[in-house]
């Protein structure tokens, strides 16, 4: 399983925590240094059934400061993952990542249950 996080974030550190807890094995990556490239981004966002825009980090100052809200829509797939694979900090975070399970941002009792029922 693999847990992309940027350590500084708060979420993230939660995340952590409670996959310890529940005793989970993980791999851990730092989004900010090791940033998802396109291939990773374009598989994660197929597996996940998600929509596209569930993978920005709408809160970041990076999504902000570069107007995304606004530029997103008219943006095709390949142009969105291509911009999120420019640089981390617009990633949505944690990222869990094992077979078949694709979760972006971390609400446990989301995580419970994709986990557990998996």
């Known amino acids: ?17 409670w996959l310890d807890e529940q005793g989970i094995a ?6 900010k240094t090791d940033n998802p ?21 709408t809160s970041g100052l990076l999504y902000k400061s570069l107007k995304l ?6 943006m095709s797939e390949e142009e969105q993952l291509k911009l999120l694979a420019t640089d981390g900090m617009l990633v ?12 972006a941002g971390f609400k446990e009792n989301e995580w419970r249950h994709a986990i557990h029922s998996g």
């Open 37 to 57: 490239s396109f291939e990773e981004l374009k598989a994660w966002f197929a597996a996940s059934g998600l929509p596209l825009r569930k993978f920005f980090n």
């Open 1 to 17: 399983m693999k847990f992309i996080c940027y350590p500084k974030c708060t979420t993230c550190q939660k995340a952590r925590k």
């Open 92 to 103: 949505k975070r944690p990222l869990l990542i094992s077979d078949g399970l694709v979760l």
């Open 26 to 31: 993980y791999e851990a990556r730092d989004i």
């Open 69 to 74: 809200k606004e530029k997103l829509p008219s």
